[in-house]
């Protein structure tokens, strides 16, 4: 079982930017990669954003890519999502997730582990 802790959410005005990270309980292996989803009331969980362990391999959704950067350390087993320019579009939950496969899917059915989820409010 992997367990994942995210944080760093908050409220922040349009153009602002937040800093999420989530901590893993324990490492995986390499290929087998970390992404970012997002939900908000009433909508599907979104696709954010997808690492691979080693940080060689990105993927962004269409409606962040430009303002948003996942990254990771392996020092720490935890994976951040820098995000930047935000917009009151972006307000949702957003979810760390972990596959236990090595394809950086792009729907919430690639990956196996969730974390709670963090509030991110983005005002006008």
């Known amino acids: 079982q992997v367990q994942l802790v995210e944080s760093g959410g908050g409220l922040v005005q349009a153009g602002g930017s937040l800093r999420l990270s989530c901590a893993a309980s324990r490492r995986t292996f390499s290929t087998y990669p970390m992404g970012w989803f997002r939900q908000a009331p009433g909508t599907e969980r979104e696709f954010v954003a997808a690492?691979?362990?080693?940080?060689?391999?990105?993927y962004y959704g269409d409606s962040v890519k430009g303002r948003f950067t996942i990254s990771r350390d392996s020092a720490k087993n935890t994976v951040y999502l820098q995000m930047n320019s935000l917009k009151p579009e972006d307000t949702a939950v957003y979810y760390c997730?972990?596959?236990?496969?090595?394809?950086?899917?792009?729907?919430?059915?690639?990956?196996?582990?969730w974390g709670q989820g963090t509030q991110v409010t983005v005002s006008s």
């Open positions: 690492i691979s362990w080693s940080g060689g391999n990105t």
């Open positions: 997730a972990a596959a236990s496969t090595r394809r950086l899917g792009n729907i919430p059915q690639d990956y196996d582990y």
